[in-house]
């Protein structure tokens, strides 16, 4: 279904509470559109959807169901890493947000695309495939684990892209994430995702050098344009 409004935005590099009560903003406005709609049958508004992309300093953030323990350091070690830590309203557990790393929070309205949320989330994987298989990057799924994975039937699995999501009144909000030139090393402090026995890459590390964010943003909007049937008005 081709979803006639679709707003994109690059956020840039921006503060992770800033862009979440931004995330939350246009949430809300879709909410609110979504519900003018059902008292005002005949009348109704058009849904803007939103798509921003944007880049977040060192940060950890744990989802609802997530394990507090799955952050391995304490408050004095994060302010030495430069890194802070939210507790969020997504679904999945904790992970990582940092420069070189492509986030991207889609707020759409599922339901006017006629999607639950398995189906969301699978979309979002296909769009992270396509992307870094532009690359060379054989990217695939691994059961009973959200995200894009590498060598998914080997004992060297590793994640290239987080996905945590939350939906409320079929309206999509967080995302997904894709390490791009991230640096790994802040991964060691935590069990990505819960999992204790499972790595992490980025397309740096798998290709040995590093790609520009602008490039990469470029296919990926691409790809998220095709896969969800999107129509961008800028």
């Not at 935005?9 to 009560?21: F, P, T, V």
């Not at 994060?78 to 997504?90: M, P």
């Not at 790595?199 to 740096?204: F, I, K, L, Y």
Request: net charge negative.
């Amino acid at each position: 279904m081709n979803i006639s409004t679709t707003i994109f935005e690059d956020l840039g590099e921006i503060d992770y509470q800033k862009a979440w009560d931004y995330q939350e903003e246009q949430f809300t406005r879709v909410v609110d559109s979504k519900l003018y709609n059902r008292e005002h049958p005949g009348g109704e508004k058009e849904i803007e959807h939103h798509l921003l992309f944007c880049e977040h300093p060192h940060v950890y953030t744990l989802g609802k169901s997530g394990q507090a323990n799955n952050l391995l350091i304490q408050d004095e070690f994060l302010k030495k890493i430069n890194a802070t830590f939210y507790k969020i309203n997504r679904g999945g557990d904790i992970t990582y947000h940092g420069p070189g790393q492509i986030v991207g929070y889609p707020i759409f309205d599922l339901e006017q695309m006629g999607l639950g949320i398995k189906e969301y989330i699978h979309q979002l994987e296909e769009a992270i495939i396509l992307t870094i298989g532009e690359y060379g990057i054989d990217g695939g799924r691994l059961n009973g684990a959200t995200g894009v994975w590498l060598d998914t039937a080997t004992p060297q699995a590793r994640k290239i892209c987080a996905i945590g999501v939350r939906a409320s009144r079929y309206v999509s909000m967080h995302g997904f994430a894709l390490n791009v030139n991230t640096n790994l090393d802040y991964f060691n402090y935590i069990n990505p995702c819960g999992f204790v026995d499972k790595g992490v890459t980025s397309m740096q590390k798998e290709l040995g050098r590093e790609f520009s964010l602008d490039e990469v943003k470029a296919k990926l909007r691409k790809n998220l344009q095709k896969v969800f049937g999107l129509s961008f008005i800028n």
